[in-house]
């Protein structure tokens, strides 16, 4: 067993009170809150030393994520990220105003409006994630290679058992293709 952690002390402060506690499930759940709380923080901290906000960072990863010519309609996007189409108005109009959006006509239709990545959104996205990888690389530091694929392998089995059960944890991210075919079966989008 590795030095005890604050999580150990955790345990034992609720084990008091707690008599049914089980040990390993309380540490092993409460662990992984933890390291969610602390990714959480610290990807707004890196999001925040390149000027992003969480949800603008989003619409970016998402323009991204459809693939080339990286667009969507606006309602589209509003639809993949859970929000009201007026507050994806806003929200594209700050986007646009920092320059990282562009709002285009659809060449195959004029009276449909597209959201368009533009260079410096690619860019500030790309550095985004550049940072986030290396924070991630920085909390897996301490596991060696055999370490990291037993977590890997682990987790990986209790998304399966969950997934099993219900909806997959991780939807698929639409290709270009499949957006452009959502776009073109939506009519027009303002």
């Known amino acids: 067993m590795s030095e005890p952690d604050s999580v150990d002390r ?13 040990p390993q499930i309380e540490g092993i759940f409460t662990r992984m809150q933890m390291i969610v709380r602390l990714l959480r923080h610290n990807k707004d901290r890196w999001l925040a030393a390149g000027g992003l906000k969480h949800w603008e960072f989003q619409v970016l ?19 993949w990220l859970d929000t009201h189409p007026a507050t994806m108005t806003n929200r594209l109009d700050r986007l646009e105003q920092a320059g990282y959006v562009d709002r285009v006509h659809d060449p195959g239709d004029r009276r449909r409006l597209l959201v368009a990545l533009t260079p410096a959104g690619r860019a500030i996205w790309q550095e985004r994630m550049d940072d986030g990888g290396l924070e991630e690389q920085a909390l897996l530091a301490p596991l060696d290679p055999g370490d990291r694929e037993l977590l890997d392998d682990l987790l ?10 219900g909806p997959p944890l991780m939807p698929d991210w639409p290709s270009g293709t499949d957006a452009e075919n959502r776009m073109s079966n ?3 989008d303002g």
């Open 10 to 22: 955790h345990i034992a402060h609720w084990s008091r009170e707690l008599s049914d506690l089980d």
């Open 156 to 165: 990986r089995r209790m998304v399966r058992a969950a997934e099993a059960d």
């Open 186 to 188: 939506r009519g027009t």
């Open 61 to 79: 990863h998402h323009l991204v994520a459809a693939g080339p010519p990286y667009r969507a309609t606006p309602s589209l996007l509003a639809e």
